[in-house]
């Protein structure tokens, strides 16, 4: 079984960036399209982006509008996601997760399994 710990959130003003990343360890991810999610509070879980196995293919949110760029590093078992002009909508906790399908990158968290724990992510105005 993998297990994922996300890591890099914090507190950052409007306009600024962060780094997320998500380290699998157990087992390797690397056969394996990964996904980002957020939660922000009172609200549902939503989809912000996917990436294949090999890292040449991705898939994004529409609201995102290029702020965010998702990565990854089969070598060292990691996925990334580069957050750009944060606002603070963007207020929430984000998970990595491994998806269940190859065939196509999905959006609905249902197609997932094998979640992290979460990192916080909060922008101030």
């Known amino acids: 079984q993998v297990q994922l710990l996300e890591s890099g959130g914090g507190l950052v003003k409007a306009g600024g960036s962060l780094r997320l990343s998500c380290a699998a360890s157990g087992r390797s991810i690397t056969s394996y399209p990964m996904g980002w999610f957020r939660q922000a509070p009172g609200k549902e879980r939503e989809f912000v982006a996917a990436?294949?196995?090999?890292?040449?293919?991705?898939y994004y949110a529409d609201y995102l509008r290029g702020r965010f760029a998702i990565s990854r590093d089969n070598a060292k078992n990691t996925v990334d996601l580069q957050l750009d002009n944060l606002k603070p909508e963007d207020t929430a906790v984000y998970y990595c997760?491994?998806?269940?399908?190859?065939?196509?990158?999905?959006?609905?968290?249902?197609?997932?399994?094998?979640w992290g724990q979460g990192t916080q992510v909060t922008v101030s105005s």
């Open positions: 990436i294949n196995w090999s890292g040449g293919d991705t």
């Open positions: 997760a491994r998806s269940k399908y190859s065939d196509f990158l999905r959006s609905r968290w249902t197609d997932y399994d094998s």
